[in-house]
């Protein structure tokens, strides 16, 4: 049931989003109006409402809605390459995940989603600016609860955790690689997205030189149908070029090992 202070969308019959946090008093639905508010408190997700003469659904938002209606600056990983990484680290409730380069928190969103509410994601990022955005962002979907975020180089930053997995979306993750090592627990999973072909072979070679194992590169292509009375075929949008994947584990001597 819908919750007082939760952040939904309305969905009209053209398929726009229109984005508002349930509260008391009236809520403003751009474009259509404003509702009373204690008309969407204990509805269902998904529930049909009637707005100035037309038809919306009230639709609470999961990672892929809320990674879509995110306020961008720097290229946003999305959800076909977030789904990849969240598959391939393995991400469950209680996880640990130290992620370099938050950007605007399009990835952030999906990792929070997935490790709360008792994990924790433990973001780090070097410019200001990408800090002040993804704060915004990440408390707009109320995910922040389980999510600190620190200003610093992910390259050479201390963080006195060990985590399950890590991920890096910084122009020379093979730089980090040493430094994240030692932040990871024996068997933890390692991911990178970068654009550039000379970018996945100075991370693959630093991650083979550094001991982890499992070491793979790939791209993901996706295509978009469209589905209409005349036909189905896949949409005339070009397939573009997003970035690629690396993925590893780590592997501990004896020696390292703790439990
Ligand atoms: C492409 S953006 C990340 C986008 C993010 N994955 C998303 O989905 O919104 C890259 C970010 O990495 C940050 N960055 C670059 N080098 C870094 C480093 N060494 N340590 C921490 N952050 C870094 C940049 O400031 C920028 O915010």
Request: charged content about 25%; hydrophobic content about 40%.
């Amino acid at each position: 049931m819908l919750r007082d202070g939760e952040l939904v969308y309305f969905l009209d019959e053209q398929g726009r989003r229109h984005w508002a946090k349930i509260q008391t008093g009236m809520v403003k639905v751009e474009g259509f109006g404003v509702i009373d508010g204690s008309r969407l408190v204990g509805l269902e997700s998904g529930s049909k409402l009637s707005l100035a003469g037309r038809t919306l659904w009230v639709l609470r938002p999961g990672a892929h809605e809320l990674m879509e209606s995110i306020d961008r600056g720097a290229q946003v990983i999305g959800a076909k390459d977030a789904a990849t990484i969240a598959h391939r680290l393995d991400l469950k409730c209680g996880d640990l995940v130290i992620e370099g380069g938050v950007g605007s928190g399009s990835l952030t969103t999906v990792l929070i989603n997935l490790v709360r509410p008792t994990g924790k994601v433990v973001s780090v990022e070097l410019r200001d600016e990408f800090a002040m955005r993804a704060r915004k962002n990440i408390a707009r979907t109320g995910l922040d609860g389980c999510w600190e975020l620190k200003k610093g180089d992910i390259r050479t930053v201390r963080i006195d955790l060990r985590a399950d997995a890590v991920v890096l979306d910084i122009p020379d993750p093979w730089e980090a690689v040493a430094n994240i090592g030692k932040m990871m627990k024996g068997g933890g999973r390692f991911s990178a997205f970068v654009p550039n072909m000379n970018q996945v072979e100075n991370t693959v070679k630093k991650l083979r030189s550094s001991g982890f194992v499992e070491v793979e590169a790939l791209e993901n292509i996706q295509r978009v149908m469209e589905v209409h009375p005349g036909g189905v075929r896949p949409s005339f949008d070009v397939l573009g070029h997003t970035g690629y994947l690396i993925f590893a584990r780590k592997v501990i001597d004896q020696t390292e090992a703790k439990d």
